[in-house]
Structures are given as C-alpha cells and as structure tokens.
C-alpha cells in the first residue's frame, strides 16, 4: 500500500478563519463560543454557540455563487480553496486530472435551507419555496460545489455518517490514495446547523449546555464534573491528502503522514453509546493496527470530547481499555472546548489540528477543566496548552448511530 502525506490545510472555525489565524487561537487556548447572534435565541433553553464571528460570505465567494449555495457548502469551498493553495496545487496541472477527488463529510446538510423552504411553505403555500431549495440544501452539494469551484475532475463524494463524517471522509480519502484509486484527494468536514430549528431539536434531545448561558466560554468542558452537554459549533476543516512520491515529485511541503484509519458501529443505541466502550476500542485497536503503531507510541490523542455528561465517562474508559496503563502516560485533549461541536465538520477540525499538533509539538488544551469527572482520571491537558514531544497521535470521533472512527497521524522524519 502507497503512503500517504498531509500536504495542505485550510479551516473555517469559531476561533479563526485560516490556518495561522486558527493554530495561534489554538495554542493561546482561545474559546469561540458566545451567545447566538444569528437569531432570536431567547426562547430555547440553550442560547449560546460558537458561531463563525461576523461571517460574510462575499468576502470570499462571489455573491452569485453565494446566492445559489448553502452555508455548509461556502464553508467547505472558502476552507477548501485555502488548503488548495496550501498544498501548492493551484500552481499544477495534473496529467490525468481523474486522479484528484474530492470526499467530504456532512452530518445535516443545508439546515437554514431547509427552514426558509418550511416557512414559505407554511406561511405562503408550496408555489413559494425557493427553487433552488433542494440543490442548495443536499448534502451532497458541498463536494459538488467544491470540485465545480477548484476544477476538480475526479470522483466527488460527501459521507454521512453524523459526527464521525469528517473522520470517515479522511479515513475513505486515505484509502482511495493508498489503494491507487487517487493521487490527491481533497477531504475534510463541514458544517452549519446553527437556526433555531437546529438547536430546538437538540434541546429537545437534552443534549446541549443550559447552565452556562450567562458565562458562553465556559460551557464546553469536557471532562469537567459541571459539564451538563455539548455546544454547537460550525465550520469546514480541509487537508490535502496525496500520495507520498507524487507530493515529493513536485517538491510539496508535508505537515505529517497520515498513517492509519480504524472505524466500527456501536450497534447498541441511536444516540448513546455503549457503556462498556466497546464500539471505541475496537475503532481504537483497528487504527493503531493499521497504522503498525503499538500502543506505547502514541504520545496524544484529540479526543471527540463532547462536554456531554454520558460521552466523556465511556470515552475515557475506551482510551484506558485500548492503551492500558500507556494511557496515563500520554496527552488527550478535547479541542471541542475551544470551537464546540461542529458535528459533521468535527472530524475535519480535529485533524487540521492533530496535524499541526505533530507538526509543532505541541499539545492543545482543554479548556473548564476545573474539576475532572471522577471517572475522567487521565491527563486532559487542563487550561493551557503545552509543548512537548509528538511522534504519533490519534483523532477520534464518535457519532449518533453508534459510528466510531479513528485516524492516526505520524510525524515527518
């Protein structure tokens, strides 16, 4: 199996828009979460997010495009044109420009379209629903717009798979290259789902933060014994992945090698995860198979660290089971506590920042750990980041439906 380098990075985040925006928002342990501006969010028992700050789509789109596409699909276009460039790829023309595909993942797809098109239909009768209602709103439109906007050629996919989609996506995209199907792929995750019909219906799962309205920034805290759910977030975090001789061949930088995938179903609960961990550890044993890691190799791991109080318990236990007394000797943080949960896009963000993470040596933070969970006993990084040395680490998602994936990251030698 063909190698497999990270050779671009681009990101659209709560804490910054562009990689060195975000990765310095990151290491100075900056929190983007603040009350809803995009809406009248007075009646719902959550009223804060982490919205994109003063988001204005013309800045980097034209207002054509804009007018025809969904927040979701800006996201992954305005993050993927960065990590295009990054990669260097808008300066090469490919000999066979099937060989590049795009495959992203998205949890929900184009919610505010959706609630326009309900409204009008409600209010005014169907002959008013927007036309472009359905293109703008499937999910399947942010790869589409993203290979229409970059000229990509090759296959384009979107993966659904709720909040593991931006790590199944990267994880298929590692596949296609190392398999021969691809030499470049464009991968990620993106996501917009803060309307008030996206919130209402995770009030109403009681899944969000409701005690931390009058304080946004401390609200995401994983781990913390106060943590009482997650935050929503948005935004589109993309890597260039590309063969490993191809991106030396035209003399590409490379942050890390992605080095292994493992993904597995619960296949005990829609929403909750197995208490036992096991869906978890096996996502966690199948990734560090694939990548030939043993379990003493990995120096950090970004966990999915949602802030909920039945996630965080089992997601330690999972780690504790897969890695055993290892697991106290290594880093696990939960960026979440810096941008929220972007779903769909979670995988894509987490990544980037494990990526840059090996890059750098330097482990992020979790923010509001004031108080570990007596059942969260591992070294979570608390309040600030820090440096120190990372020759592999893990990302990890888990998601509605019992879906758990894994992707491992190695350090360029």
């Known amino acids: 199996m063909r190698r497999v380098a990270i050779t671009?990075?681009?990101?659209?985040?709560?804490?910054?828009?562009?990689?060195?925006?975000?990765?310095?928002?990151?290491?100075?342990?900056?929190?983007?979460?603040?009350?809803?501006?995009?809406?009248?969010?007075?009646?719902?028992?959550?009223?804060?997010?982490?919205?994109?700050?003063?988001?204005?789509?013309?800045?980097?789109?034209?207002?054509?495009l804009v007018q025809r596409t969904a927040i979701f699909s800006q996201f992954a276009m305005i993050a993927g044109q960065e990590a295009w460039q990054?990669?260097?790829?808008?300066?090469?023309?490919?000999?066979?420009?099937?060989?590049?595909?795009?495959?992203?993942?998205?949890?929900?797809?184009?919610?505010?379209?959706d609630d326009e098109a309900h409204r009008k239909l409600f209010d005014k009768g169907n002959s008013r629903i927007p036309a472009m209602t359905i293109p703008k709103m499937i999910a399947n439109e942010a790869a589409g717009n993203v290979s229409m906007f970059l000229?990509?050629?090759?296959?384009?996919?979107?993966?659904?798979?709720?909040?593991?989609?931006?790590?199944?996506?990267?994880?298929?995209?590692?596949?296609?290259?190392?398999?021969?199907?691809?030499?470049?792929?464009?991968?990620?995750?993106t996501e917009s789902t803060i309307t008030e019909y996206g919130l209402g219906g995770f009030c109403q799962l009681k899944a969000l933060s409701t005690e931390f309205n009058d304080t946004p920034q401390k609200a995401s805290r994983p781990f913390d014994k106060d943590r009482d759910g997650f935050v929503m977030g948005e935004g589109a975090g993309i890597l260039i992945l590309e063969e490993w001789e191809h991106a030396k061949r035209r003399g590409a930088k490379i942050y890390a090698e992605l080095a292994?995938?493992?993904?597995?179903?619960?296949?005990?609960?829609?929403?909750?995860?197995?208490p036992d961990g096991e869906g978890a550890l096996l996502a966690f044993q199948l990734a560090l198979q694939d990548a030939n890691f043993k379990p003493e190799d990995v120096d950090y791991i970004n966990a999915h660290g949602t802030s909920t109080p039945?996630?965080?318990?089992?997601?330690?236990?999972?780690?504790?089971?897969?890695?055993?007394?290892?697991?106290?000797?290594?880093?696990?943080?939960?960026?979440?506590?810096?941008?929220?949960?972007?779903?769909?896009?979670a995988g894509g963000i987490e990544t980037v920042?494990?990526?840059?993470?090996?890059?750098?040596?330097?482990?992020?933070?979790?923010?509001?750990?004031?108080?570990?969970d007596a059942e969260c006993d591992l070294d979570y990084v608390p309040h600030r980041g820090r440096s120190g040395t990372i020759n592999a680490a893990l990302s990890v998602s888990l998601g509605f439906g019992g879906h758990n994936s894994v992707i491992a990251v190695r350090k360029v030698t």
């Open 8 to 64: 671009g990075l681009g990101i659209i985040s709560p804490i910054g828009i562009g990689i060195q925006t975000f990765w310095q928002s990151v290491k100075d342990g900056v929190s983007g979460i603040g009350p809803i501006t995009r809406f009248d969010a007075s009646t719902l028992a959550c009223r804060i997010a982490g919205e994109i700050k003063n988001y204005k789509p013309t800045d980097f789109l034209d207002h054509r």
């Open 86 to 113: 990054d990669a260097g790829l808008d300066k090469y023309t490919f000999n066979d420009p099937s060989r590049c595909s795009v495959l992203l993942g998205n949890g929900i797809g184009g919610l505010e379209v």
């Open 151 to 189: 000229g990509i050629k090759g296959s384009a996919h979107v993966l659904v798979t709720a909040c593991a989609s931006g790590t199944d996506a990267i994880g298929f995209a590692f596949d296609r290259i190392r398999f021969g199907r691809a030499d470049v792929v464009l991968t990620g995750g």
């Open 260 to 274: 292994g995938y493992g993904a597995s179903a619960d296949a005990f609960h829609l929403t909750a995860p197995s």
């Open 310 to 345: 039945i996630n965080d318990p089992i997601e330690t236990k999972a780690i504790k089971r897969a890695f055993g007394e290892h697991a106290y000797k290594l880093a696990v943080s939960s960026t979440k506590s810096m941008t929220g949960h972007t779903l769909g896009a």
């Open 353 to 372: 920042i494990t990526a840059l993470a090996v890059q750098n040596d330097f482990y992020p933070a979790t923010l509001n750990l004031d108080e570990p």
